[in-house]
């Protein structure tokens, strides 16, 4: 906990607040009806954009025909919305010209427009960043060989016009990005010069379709930068896998690609035509619902199937853009029907009852551990004062490690836990009495009470993590939140017990209030209901006076 700087557990939706969210789904094209399968696919889709680990206690279920509820602990309405909302249509394209879509604060212009030509943006349009193969495909030594890490530093990113190629002088602007011949190549696409015009003209927040066969105008998600870009060389299922890490001996974070193998033939053909383009023009974005997310550099092929996308991000924005990659293809669109916020108020009386509960639980176990076993009662709340620290601890760091959220749920999983703790002492005190009440010695009776007591131990503790197991492979929602921690604090049972109450009463039985059976030790004979302690001497009674045989001097009287 020290060295991660982690003090407190991430609490559920029911413990600190969150955002509820009722999404509609329908067809992307709108006809037809939404079938079970989409549905349910749907929802996994989501389930691992908001709860990739799976205990983050996120409740997603679907309603209905058509209705999918999600409800995410401590989110807020905006980002939820944004989360799961995206119908996520991914593809990949040619980037042609970008322009400044509203002024920005401090300009600073790298070159100076000249008339007749695509205005240039006025400043750096994203974050620079490049793709280059994976770590497994040896860069080229030459120059040509390495991506270009400032392709956005100011460049034109307009494509020089082939010869063959006479922009009509006559044509009307249109609203949409023109048409490409069916069948061509997107990669030797040529934007006219009606898609200039149309594009010059276009703001961010107009509504276009998003077509795969067609070229559109895209803006960033900050609505600073506007893009033209050609038809979509690469969709969303060409892509197998998209992870974000930090390479070794590095300091950035980067996000890793995955293609398939269809996939990967693509994205090699395209890679090799947009890297001959130069640099300032050898960029294509990634675009999620006609939002263009990155705008990445290649400056060489990349084969095998496998690049990264490196540049000045940060972990939440390499992690967002990997999710995206990874999870973003949903096969319907959805409507947002409600938005629901808890209050973390009502969440926080909530814990505070669950905190009396367990509070309670566990005062009335260490009363009655110390009226029917005296002082042994103190090897009971010494055990317990581990494994809570154990538990506690635990519960925080996954927290951080893996997203788990602590529930109510949750929280009657540790409140029987306490039970199952107390449970294994029982079982090992009374095995201890029943040893000694056999005729051994304190100290064989610890190790032949163990000895079988242990087996005991073992199989109860099996049992209830088998259980768990099962429960929380087979319960959806907050009942899996119970079935994890009942599993864990069973886990942690068995360690305390074994490498902590055992040894500590070992150590007990070589002290002479317990070996010798004190009156508040609860190991004394009256306690056991025996006579006495093995190895102790039998109270004999007080001495007789034995006539003597000798008659004394002078005769009998």
């Known amino acids: 906990m020290a060295l991660t700087q982690t003090w407190k557990p991430k609490l559920g939706l029911d413990l600190r607040g969150g955002t509820t969210i009722t999404l509609t789904a329908s067809t992307i094209d709108g006809s037809g009806k939404v079938t079970a399968d989409q549905l349910n696919e749907a929802k996994n889709i989501i389930g691992q954009r908001v709860n990739g680990a799976g205990v983050a206690e996120s409740d997603i279920t679907t309603s209905g025909a058509n209705h999918i509820n999600v409800a995410v602990p401590g989110a807020t309405k905006e980002s939820l919305v944004s989360q799961v909302g995206q119908t996520a249509l991914l593809y990949f394209r040619v980037v042609y010209s970008s322009d400044a879509a509203a002024p920005q604060p401090t300009p600073t212009p790298t070159t100076t427009p000249k008339p007749g030509t695509t205005p240039k943006p006025s400043a750096t349009p994203t974050p620079s960043t490049k793709v280059t193969p994976s770590a497994t495909i040896k860069p080229s030594t030459t120059p040509k060989g390495r991506a270009w890490s400032s392709a956005l530093g100011g460049a034109t990113p307009t494509p020089t016009p082939k010869a063959s190629t006479t922009p009509k002088a006559s044509t009307t602007p249109s609203a949409t990005p023109s048409t490409p011949a069916t069948g061509g190549d997107p990669l030797n696409y040529t934007p006219d010069a009606a898609t200039q015009a149309a594009f010059a003209a276009f703001k961010c927040g107009d509504k276009q379709l998003d077509y795969p066969d ?11 930068y506007k893009y033209l870009l050609g038809p979509a060389i690469l969709n969303g299922t060409d892509l ?7 390479p070794q001996n590095g300091l950035q974070w980067q996000v890793n690609l995955k293609f398939t193998g269809e996939g990967g033939d693509k994205f090699f053909k395209a890679t090799t035509a947009i890297s001959k383009r130069g640099q300032g023009q050898n960029l294509f974005a990634i675009v999620l619902d006609g939002e263009t997310i990155s705008t990445p550099s290649v400056d060489s092929p990349i084969p095998g199937g496998q690049a990264q996308i490196t540049g000045t991000f940060t972990e939440a924005e390499a992690r967002d853009l990997a999710n995206v990659l990874k999870y973003g293809a949903l096969p319907v669109k959805f409507d947002i029907s409600s938005v629901e916020t808890v209050s973390p108020q009502l969440g926080g009386d909530q814990l505070s009852a669950g905190i009396w509960a367990g509070l309670a639980g566990l005062a009335l176990v260490v009363v009655f551990c110390f009226l029917y076993y005296r002082g042994l009662g103190v090897v009971v709340v010494l055990s317990l004062a581990v494994a809570g620290i154990l538990t506690g601890s635990l519960v925080i760091l996954l927290g951080k490690a893996i997203g788990f959220t602590l529930s109510l749920a949750g929280i009657a999983g540790l409140i029987v836990a306490v039970g199952i703790t107390a449970d294994s002492f029982i079982i090992y005190f009374e095995r201890l009495r029943d040893e000694v009440r056999e005729g051994r010695s304190l100290r064989s009776s610890v190790e032949t009470g163990w000895a079988r007591a242990k087996h005991t131990i073992i199989a109860a503790d099996s049992i209830s993590l088998l259980a768990a197991l099962v429960l929380y492979v087979l319960a959806i929602g907050s009942v899996k939140g119970f079935a994890f921690t009942l599993g864990l604090t069973t886990l942690i049972d068995l360690v305390v017990v074994f490498l902590f109450t055992k040894p500590l009463v070992t150590l007990l039985a070589r002290t002479d ?11 004394d004979p009256e306690h056991l209901g025996v006579e006495r302690l093995p190895g102790q001497t039998k109270p004999s009674a007080r001495p007789r ?10 005769g009998e009287v």
């Open 214 to 224: 067609r070229p559109i105008f895209s803006c960033d998600r900050q609505g600073t």
């Open 240 to 246: 197998s896998d998209a992870s974000a890490g930090i």
């Open 513 to 523: 209030f317990f070996g010798h059976g004190h009156k508040l030790s609860g190991l």
């Open 545 to 554: 006076k034995t006539p003597s045989t000798r008659k004394p001097v002078g």
